[in-house]
């Protein structure tokens, strides 16, 4: 018989994977996830703040119950899966930036103290609370601001922020 939780929009790891440092995730048995690990949940990163174990039933096998909130939109995630089968676990850069120039929300320009180099390519959305602090303190203009930037799955936002007197 099939198994029904099949998940068609996960694409199937396999141990024998390679992983790669360029690879957006790799593979791992769902049972050696615990709390605070980082996985692949619906095609999100999340951050694992659950994780219970059932026996194995009369017709089944033992299963892991795992909730998660998203990375990047803090988006409860819930999944029920084998402790045998393999789920995605993203690999999660963190990477430190100073703001050179900030005009509203539209355009933000940072630099890599380690490289020297710019991006202008992140965009901070109105709705978040931290943008709203991040400018704030940029308008104070007393000191210099220092922020980490988060990237999983191809996504990058701009997750924390400090000032550097």
């Given amino acids: 018989m099939a198994s029904l939780d099949f998940n068609y929009a996960e694409p199937i ?18 049972g050696a996830i615990h709390k605070s690990d980082h996985v692949v ?23 892991v119950h ?9 988006r ?3 999944d029920v899966r084998p402790v045998g089968q393999m789920i995605q676990v993203p690999n999660i850069q963190k990477k ?13 320009i940072l630099r890599d103290d380690n490289t020297g180099k710019t991006r202008n390519d992140l965009k901070l959305k109105e709705d978040w609370d931290i943008t709203a602090r991040i400018l704030d303190k940029y308008n104070e203009g007393k000191s ?10 191809g996504e990058e936002q701009i997750k924390t922020f400090k ?3």
Avoid: Q, W
């Fill in 41 to 63: 949940l619906n095609g999100r990163p999340v951050k694992v703040v659950e994780v219970s174990h059932s026996k194995p039933g009369k017709h089944g096998h033992a299963k």
């Fill in 76 to 78: 409860r995630y819930e």
């Fill in 13 to 30: 790891a396999s141990p024998d994977s390679a992983s790669d440092s360029d690879m957006d995730s790799t593979p791992e048995r769902v």
């Fill in 144 to 153: 210099r601001i220092k922020v980490t930037v988060f990237k999983a799955l």
């Fill in 66 to 74: 795992l909730v998660g909130i998203d990375v990047f939109t803090s």
């Fill in 163 to 165: 000032v550097i007197e």
């Fill in 96 to 108: 430190e930036y100073t703001i050179v120039d900030l005009n509203g929300c539209d355009s933000i």
